[in-house]
């Protein structure tokens, strides 16, 4: 009789069946429950035999007299000190930035050596044009549709800056699959290829999410040395410690890299998580620029764009309207480049005669958009009229430039500029190139993000800003030639300060930052121009928040992420919004003398991690919250594994007689042969031959047939049905919470607490859910998916789960339990999404008997 | 028959004096609570009046027919519009900024007055050295006597530096006396003295809590034209902006003093606020740069304190070591200045001769501070080996000079620096000047900044890095005049640069701050030496944080102020103290169903300002909890006027008779009558003549002393006799909480929460107290003194309220009764602290009874 029988016999009676199947899945989970002990008990078994060997190890050596033996003992004692010194954070901190800054300038170099080879080709071909134009076009494109296919392949949670991801991650939500070894490695290697092709891309977002998937990796490394690795809280800190490294070592800005990892992943930020970050992106920078002195790059340690604008009168008082009006302008400018972003990916969504044919061939879109771009960017071709020839790198250097380049009469200076040179055209006038330049990079830019390999915004757009700036810069210079200032002393117009303002400026106003002024200074080595700086980002902030959400916000509601949004400025009708109005009514709860049964239904049906837990039905009185983990514990301790096997030891005593035991030796006393027919029906537990004997049935499917069940009976069916009719008394017991782990205080709100109120609790608190309650009565449940709906109309979010970050702070319990109820809750989750996931895994057990 | 004679007869039964006088008091603030009655209607009609006034004046121009109808219309529209506008956040934070940039101008022109002065008297005696010591001692004698006189008669509060209160004011601990006007006045004007005396004092600490004063005060005059200013947790938000203000405005520093006031004054930052610190600091550094400007002291916007070193090569990677030694000197010298200063505050308590003999003068100890130091600075004396006669400006401006000092054969360059030459002594090395400058300003700024005058620690500290650095650079440029570089360029050491770093270290060791390197850039104008800096900086911050606490810190130990101390790092035996071991058992708690009585002597005894509401003694489950002015409020309302007067009315219409009416017109109604009568009685609550028959007498004093008082009765005696039956009848009913505010999720903790877990709980929520409960029933309370105690001893702190900065988010009330509520706790406090405030103030009616 094999299990396809039994499930034909269950077919039989009709209607029943989809009933007795989804019985047989729950209880599958207990059956593939037993597997999972062995395993745990097998690995536990491991572990305390390598600790004991290893003490062991130490006593043997404290007691052997030979002649090297203190030595030894020094040695492992050494090694005992260093596994304990490991766990410290300043030890990980170090190993996080020593790594990200070998993996930035690693990257640089490959992104530089690819550059090269392109010009290379470029230049090699200058006799025949169209060969110079293959070669120009071919480069980006393989290396574009290579970035894009790998990433696909390998992990596409690579794709895109990561920055909203990271944004989610430290808001506490567990995305686990964006930190993995996969997606670090299709980032690192994608990132390159799609740097190296020389499209407007950019690097720091990117550099974010690779700092952080490195964290996470040394996380787990280190975890191996010492235990506080697996404090999670501590793990998120370190995270946030991560998003500075990545900026940090990817301008070599520390300050600024602290400052905009903070302003763009954090709502509340924790100021002892301060100096975590300060210390990693400072060691992080330094190792940066360290690694370029020694490869002989720099003479010494300076700025990566490093500038030298005059420092005794950097600017005048009066040019400040000039540097206010580049603020408002690149504020209206971030506004429309986040737009236009967003339109891209919506349109291409849209068209679904487009999308369809996009999707099948996943590499055309990437090749496409690269060969438009590049086309377009051909030095000989339309590239001449906006400095097509110059890299990224090249074009900021030149834009941030202390000469003036419309200054009439010095024709003979500027030309011995190497790259400056590109901007100027015979025809065509220096104003022209550098508009061109701003209006073409801004669509290519905006177009070419939206390719689907690691990229990032921010440099492009600061390259962009810095071109508007030096425009306005320009303009002046041509206006007053001989400088604003009256008094004497002529200081002429410095456009190159001009770039500065607006490289600052646009990337803030894309990001809604105000540190990208600080990553301005650090980039340049000059602060001179701090209040035109501040002024401008300051501007193009305000101008830029209040008609667009930032570029990374932006993303987060087109990727559909969990996250909560923020509240706008001035939303009043917001506060008039209350929780009553918004909150899910119909609570799923389970009350103080509910059965098993209740439990178990209860859990199949809701859907928040945390139920509540109330007086009674009529009372609704709310007396804490309990995890689902903890209940499905409690449910599977009910009919789990000990008591399952000290009810077949008792019936398998008390039946001896009338079972046909399979015994070979009849020699032995009753206890050893009840044992091991005990073990005989474990073994039908996890086996897969004698699963038929333990598929439970309802117990009215087995009233109805009571009649064929008997006629047809064999010992072990008889067996199997009484287990389940076990099952069905455990199941009508009361619940007994002595040994659950209940939340005395979940959080609540009342009926009347505004949408402005909560949003901030949520916030603060990084709450998944809070119950409503009146006057300590249960009357509503308000969730993530409620609030956000509410903020931002609905938007439905799927395949995410949502963590309090401050849960660890709430239960009481050993970390050893939560491990227990953790592996319980995989292992539901795992159950939900493959029905019954049952492999054939031969157990001690089951090769002993055959 | 007055109250004199009421108290003797109440004085005769003996032992039931203070019962009576107790319950006396407790009416007392019945009584008192008609005067505020009275007070708030009349506020109240005269506002409405005003208000209906205003709209009148809108209505009738709306139907004046005249010429200039319409423009008046306009003008009384833009009126309109300007007056909501106002209540904009922005026009806020730029008002701050400008005021502040004025008053930091206005006071640094004053302390440069001052100090000139000084020199000048100095400069005009020289023909007689100890007539140039007398002016050069008498002079800051008497600026910081007077200073310390003039803050100790106006507001003690002003005080020392101010931080330490802003840490705690933005705890959410009131500390209502340190944000008046008065403050204000007396931290200027302090300030400005106590600078322009010369000594070693810093003006950052101080300009942190004139920034505080004056957006709390403009807060309040800005409430006068809008509503939204009344928001409470607004302010906290608006005081954190201004902390980054007042560092903004003092040193032209936005960024750092952003980033300053949030490393000093927050635990957990609200990114939020962010952007408001942002502007207003740079609008404030702005136009305090531009005051400069237009004053003509500089010809444009530039650093501070600017440095020119060269750009090119600023330090080669060889000289970090230095820098590094710097850092770590530094934090040591951090440490040591923290523990001086502590000890030196100490010392002076414990000294009890000392102590009493300053108490009673204590305007000595300021004179005599003052008087050492300027006596070992005087220039002709030990101040010629120690630079003595450059003010702290003139010092660090040479400190930061680019040229070096100690390099041989360029002396002829060396003279024509100004100032520098003070640095310069024919018979003594450089270096042995720069060492005694350190050692005594050391010391000196130690002592100094314990004077009880408006004065803060940065700048002086901030120097003496700044000495430190030059002295390792100055022996670095002797140990290799031509620099370390050795690939042909010659590039000489610039000790500029390691004064620079000594002052970002050494400020940032005493503060516990990384965001001094910052300050560092935005005062120098330079971000050349950011690597070295930012290394230096983060050396010392390791080594001061574990050897002290920060300045602030102690000076906040030092005070009790009631601030929740940071978990050290790695104290992990903090992790084995649980809840339970630090709790309050004994906790007040009320009843559902308990009677007006039990309410009252709960709230006699009880010291929190929330209380328990639990289900019944028996079950204690912990039902929410209700803010003790609620309770207070229910109280009044229960024995309070309204009830009170329809009693007596009642009871005057049913006594008619028997009363002896002092009525002259007996041609009126009964009811006119008795509405007479009622006032009469009123008018005995708040009067002074009639108070007798109002004085209250606990029910059992009347039954004991029943024949006496039958014998002596008075109508009005009987009267008064009757009320307190009354009262005693109404006291003994239950408490009806239909009307009461109750939060029903106050936040718990279970009994094995660890102390860790609820540092951080309290921290993050701004938590007063927490209850204790397990598994619903409440077994403890756990206060914010608990903890302090637990984490750093037994420490009692005395005379500040705290108030949980969430708490305006938990309850669902409107405002209006929640001032009302707010005023009767003003009134209880009131009441408390003295005794029986009985003052005669003549009423209306009192007047017309004459």
């Not at 574009?144 to 392949?153: E, M, P, R, Y």
């Not at 030639?481 to 001009?498: K, S």
């Not at 209040?546 to 987060?556: A, G, K, N, T, V």
């Not at 199949?604 to 919250?625: D, F, N, P, Q, R």
């Amino acid at each position: 009789v094999n299990s396809q029988t039994v499930k034909e016999a269950a077919v039989e009676p009709g209607g029943e069946v989809v009933d007795v199947l989804l019985e047989g899945r729950m209880y599958g989970r207990y059956t593939q429950e037993l597997g999972v002990y062995a395993k745990e008990e097998a690995a536990r078994l491991r572990e305390s035999g390598q600790r004991r060997s290893v003490s062991r190890t130490l006593d043997l050596l404290e007691y052997d007299k030979g002649r090297c033996a203190k030595c030894r003992i020094c040695t492992v004692r050494c090694q005992k000190f260093l596994i304990s010194r490991v766990g410290e954070d300043w030890i990980f901190l170090i190993l996080l930035g020593l790594l990200m800054a070998l993996v930035s300038w690693v990257m640089d170099f490959c992104i530089a050596i690819c550059l090269q080879a392109q010009k290379w080709m470029y230049g090699g071909l200058d006799s025949n044009v169209f060969l110079q134009y293959l070669a120009w076009v071919t480069y980006p494109v393989v290396l574009i549709t290579f970035s894009a296919g790998f990433t696909q392949i390998l992990a596409p949670q690579a794709v895109g800056s990561g920055i909203p991801e990271m944004k989610t991650i430290l808001r506490g939500v567990v995305l686990k699959e964006y930190l993995t070894f996969k997606t670090f490695v299709a980032k690192v290697i994608g990132l390159t290829c799609a740097l190296g092709s020389g499209m407007p891309l950019g690097k720091e977002g990117p550099f974010v999410h690779i700092a952080s998937l490195c964290a996470a990796l040394l996380s787990k490394f280190m975890s191996l040395f010492g235990g506080i690795y697996e404090n999670e809280s501590r793990n998120i800190e370190m995270l946030a410690a991560a998003c500075a490294v990545g900026v940090g070592c990817c301008f070599a800005a520390p300050i600024g890299g602290v400052l905009f990892s903070i302003e763009v992943t954090s709502t509340f930020f924790a100021v002892r998580n301060y100096w975590r970050g300060f210390f990693a992106a400072t060691f992080s920078a330094f190792i940066f620029r360290v690694l370029a002195v020694w490869n002989r790059d720099e003479e010494t340690i300076t700025a990566l764009f490093k500038t030298s604008f005059r420092l005794d009168f950097p600017f005048d008082l009066q040019e400040l309207p000039a540097f206010a009006v580049i603020g408002i302008a690149n504020g209206f400018g971030g506004a429309l480049f986040v737009y236009l972003n967003r339109l891209i990916v919506q349109f291409m969504r849209k068209q679904k005669a487009i999308n369809r044919f996009l999707m099948k061939k996943r590499l055309l879109y990437p090749a496409l958009v690269t060969l438009l771009i590049s086309t377009l960017t051909f030095p000989p071709g339309f590239g001449q009229f906006m400095a097509g020839k110059l890299t990224q790198k090249e074009s900021l250097v030149t834009l941030l430039d202390n000469r003036t380049w419309a200054k009439q009469g010095i024709a003979e200076e500027f030309d011995y500029i190497g790259h400056s040179e590109a901007w100027k055209h015979p025809q065509v006038n220096v104003f022209v190139t550098l508009v061109l330049f701003i209006v073409m990079k801004f669509w290519m830019s905006a177009l070419a993000t939206t390719i689907p390999v690691p990229c990032g915004a921010f440099m492009p757009v600061f390259v962009i800003g810095a071109a508007f700036g030096r425009l306005v810069g320009e303009s002046m210079a041509a206006w007053f030639p001989d400088g604003i200032h009256t008094d004497g002393t002529i200081y002429p117009i410095v456009p190159g300060g001009y770039a500065v303002v607006g490289a600052a400026a646009l990337s803030g106003a894309v990001t809604h930052t105000v540190s990208t002024a600080v990553i301005v200074f650090e980039l340049t080595g000059q602060i001179s121009h701090i209040l035109p700086v501040m002024i401008a980002v300051i501007l193009a902030n305000a101008v830029a928040q209040s008609l667009q959400p930032s570029l990374y916000d932006s993303i987060i509601r087109i990727k559909k992420l969990p996250y909560l949004p923020e509240l706008g400025w001035g939303h009043h009708e917001k506060y008039n919004i209350r929780v009553e109005d918004i909150m899910v009514r119909d609570v799923r709860y389970i009350t103080l003398n509910c059965s098993y049964r209740d439990l178990h239904n209860v859990l199949l049906t809701g859907h928040l991690k945390t139920l509540a837990l109330v007086e009674s039905t009529e009372s609704m009185i709310l007396l804490g919250s309990i995890e689902r983990a903890q209940l499905q514990a409690l449910l599977s301790l009910q009919l789990g594994r000990p008591r399952r096997l000290a009810y077949i030891r008792e019936r398998a005593v008390e039946d001896k007689k009338r079972l046909s035991v399979v015994s070979n030796d009849s020699s032995e006393n009753s206890s050893h042969r009840a044992s091991q027919e005990v073990r005989f029906q474990v073994r039908g537990h996890s086996g897969q031959r004698c699963k038929k004997c333990f598929q439970p049935f309802k117990a009215h499917y087995f009233q109805s047939h009571r009649k064929k069940c008997l006629q047809n009976v064999t010992a072990e069916f008889c067996m199997s049905s009484k287990i389940t009719e076990w099952e069905e008394k455990q199941l009508d017991e009361q619940v007994n919470f002595n040994n659950c782990k209940i939340d005395p205080a979940p959080f609540q709100l009342v009926e009347r607490t505004s949408l402005h109120k909560t949003h901030t609790i949520f916030s603060l608190l990084g709450l998944d859910h809070a119950f409503v309650t009146s006057i300590g009565r249960l009357i509503g449940v308000v969730s993530l998916k409620e609030l956000r709906k509410a903020i931002e109309g609905s938007v439905t979010v799927k395949g995410a789960k949502v963590r309090p970050p401050l849960a660890s702070f709430r239960d009481s319990g050993t970390s050893s339990s939560e491990n227990e109820a953790t592996e319980l809750h995989k292992l539901w989750d795992r159950h939900k999404s493959m029905p019954l996931p049952r492999e054939h895994t031969p157990s001690e057990s089951d090769e002993k008997s055959q």
